[in-house]
């Protein structure tokens, strides 16, 4: 029924996107009981957590704030670099006051101020994984997540068989 995408933890609390339904769900981090819902009004593609708000993207070249008591928008932040505006940001990762996003479609991870949206840095990976690693399903660079423990991030894709534990610098 749903398409669960952007997911992160708030306190005890779980919150979750799903991709086109425009639903959001809260949950009890200890026992995944459902505590609400709420909605939003565009896709739900990846979601970050600042000690503050929730941010989160839709596949545009916006990130959107959204207050943890009520869920709803209290910014939205374009984002873009030297060029142009920077479409397709996907999964985050609020690190060290800084947001991390994989860009849709490309070999890009990029690092973003919070506060204006500029693109402080970019890394291409498109040779992560060899040919041998390619099975006909495989697709695109599509997840990042960060090790606090570690202070690595670990990267991936759609049906990627390895996960790759990096450091970003």
């Not at 609020?94 to 990029?110: L, P, R, S, W």
Request: proline share 3%; aromatic share 14%.
């Amino acid at each position: 029924e749903y398409f669960g995408e952007g997911i992160t933890i708030v306190g005890n609390k779980i919150v979750q996107l799903t991709w086109r339904t425009n639903i959001g769900f809260v949950y009890d981090k200890k026992t995944f009981k459902k505590l609400r819902e709420f909605s939003y009004g565009t896709e739900g593609w990846g979601l970050t957590f600042d000690g503050k708000d929730l941010i989160m993207s839709d596949g545009s070249e916006n990130l959107f704030y959204l207050d943890t008591l009520n869920y709803s928008v209290i910014k939205k932040v374009q984002v873009y670099d030297n060029h142009s505006p920077i479409t397709k940001i996907n999964e985050l990762e609020y690190v060290d006051g800084y947001i991390y996003a994989n860009i849709y479609t490309t070999n890009f991870i990029v690092k973003i101020d919070p506060k204006t949206g500029k693109v402080m840095e970019r890394w291409d990976m498109p040779d992560l994984l060899t040919e041998s690693d390619k099975l006909p399903e495989t697709d695109v660079l599509n997840g990042i997540a960060y090790n606090k423990d570690t202070k690595h991030f670990l990267i991936t894709g759609k049906y990627w068989p390895k996960m790759f534990d990096m450091i970003l610098k």
